[in-house]
T-cell receptor, first 113, second 115 residues
Framework: KQEVTQIPAALSVPEGENLVLNCSFT??????LQWFRQDPGKGLTSLLL?????REQTSGRLNASLDKSSGRSTLYIAASQPGDSATYLC????????????FGTGTKLQVIP | DGGITQSPKYLFRKEGQNVTLSCEQN?????MYWYRQDPGQGLRLIYY???????QKGDIAEGYSVSREKKESFPLTVTSAQKNPTAFYLC??????????????FGEGSWLTVV
């Protein structure tokens, strides 16, 4: 059974700081890993998707990396802004059988002006 | 625009009552999922379906039921057997085909409260 862990559970940083969010998973047989943002009481918005054959993806101030051998992914946010405050979740799409999608518990980020 | 529509946004359930949450997508996606999210926690998989007329239990299926009679629709019924149904419910879908590159899309969620 795939288990996905995100550390830290919460993070508070001053505006302008660069930061890294971590995602660990136990089963390396994956199709892809996706990072999402969730604002309070809302659905999830996709940020970046890394296919199993890729090592990283970039979009604007965001960069996500994937290391399947160690079961880790990181989401790097450059020059953080108050608007980045949200909960960030990673999701693993498995490659076996029905390709279940398993989510991490999330990291709640607060960027202080 | 294409997307996933969940309804209702807010729903109140009385003790012993069954309620159904609607999920409709016009993205022509084959796979659909239902997740439950409790405050401050991650998403837990309830049920998922890869094709019409087929679905699989997720990690917390007890007290829930689904159907997949049409490709675009995947309703979730919260039965009276679910003893703690108060939560935020999210529906998602993914296209088939080039699986590794396909993004998961989510609806805006439904809040269910037991009164």
């Amino acid at each position: 059974k795939q288990e996905v862990t995100q550390i830290p559970a919460a993070l508070s940083v001053p505006e302008g700081e660069n930061l890294v969010l971590n995602c660990s998973f136990t089963d390396s047989a994956i199709y892809n890993l996706q990072w999402f943002r969730q604002d309070p009481g809302k659905g999830l918005t996709s940020l970046l998707l890394i296919q199993s054959s890729q090592r990283e993806q970039t979009s604007g101030r965001l960069n996500a990396s994937l290391d399947k051998s160690s079961g880790r992914s990181t989401l790097y946010i450059a020059a953080s802004q108050p608007g980045d405050s949200a909960t960030y979740l990673c999701a693993i799409r498995g490659s076996g059988g029905y390709q279940k999608v398993t989510f991490g518990t999330g990291t709640k980020l607060q960027v202080i002006p | 625009d294409g997307g996933i529509t969940q309804s209702p946004k807010y729903l109140f359930r009385k003790e012993g009552q069954n309620v159904t949450l609607s999920c409709e997508q016009n993205l022509n996606h084959d796979a659909m999922y239902w997740y439950r999210q409790d405050p401050g926690q991650g998403l837990r998989l309830i049920y998922y379906s890869q094709i019409v007329n087929d679905f699989q239990k997720g990690d917390i299926a007890e007290g829930y039921s689904v159907s997949r009679e049409k490709k675009e629709s995947f309703p979730l019924t919260v039965t009276s057997a679910q003893k703690n149904p108060t939560a935020f419910y999210l529906c998602a879908s993914i296209a088939a085909g080039d699986l590794s590159g396909n993004t998961i899309y989510f609806g805006e969620g439904s809040w269910l409260t037991v009164v």
